[in-house]
C-alpha cells in the first residue's frame, strides 16, 4: 500500500506560481507514475499533468506552458510548478499514483487563484 502526502497548496493572485509536491511511502516498489489532477467546483476531475508510457508528459491543453513537473524527482516524489496562474485553475489538485492495474490518489490540496 502506498501513502500520499501532498503541500503547496494555498491562495495566489493572478500571474502568481506556486510550486505543490507529493511524496509517496509505504509499497513505492509498485509506483509506475506519479501526475496531477485537478477538480474545480462543480465539475469533474481532470487531468493536469501525467507522465505516459513513453516518457514524456501529457498536460492538459489548459495548462500548456504555464504548468510542469519538473524532471529529476525521486521515483517516489512528484512535483507541479505553476506559473502564470489563472482563477480558473482554481481546484483542488491530487496527485495521482499509477501502478500495474491500480492507481493510488492523494486526499487533495486546494488552490485559489484570487485577487
Known amino acids: 500500500q502506498v501513502q500520499l502526502v501532498e503541500s503547496g497548496g494555498g491562495l495566489v493572485q493572478p500571474g502568481g506560481s506556486l510550486r505543490l509536491s507529493c511524496v509517496a511511502s509505504?509499497?513505492?516498489?509498485?509506483?509506475?507514475?506519479m501526475g496531477w489532477y485537478r477538480q474545480a467546483p462543480g465539475k469533474q476531475r481532470e487531468l493536469v499533468a501525467m507522465?505516459?508510457?513513453?516518457?514524456?508528459?501529457e498536460y492538459a491543453d489548459s495548462v500548456k506552458g504555464r504548468f510542469i513537473i519538473p524532471r529529476g524527482a525521486a521515483k517516489n516524489e512528484v512535483h507541479l510548478e505553476m506559473n502564470r496562474l489563472k482563477p480558473e485553475d482554481t481546484a483542488v489538485y491530487y496527485c495521482?499514483?499509477?501502478?500495474?492495474?491500480?492507481?493510488?490518489w492523494g486526499q487533495g490540496t486546494q488552490v485559489i487563484v484570487s485577487s
Open positions: 507522465p505516459t508510457n513513453g516518457g514524456s508528459v
Open positions: 509505504g509499497s513505492t516498489f509498485s509506483i509506475i507514475s
Open positions: 495521482k499514483v499509477h501502478h500495474p492495474g491500480w492507481d493510488t
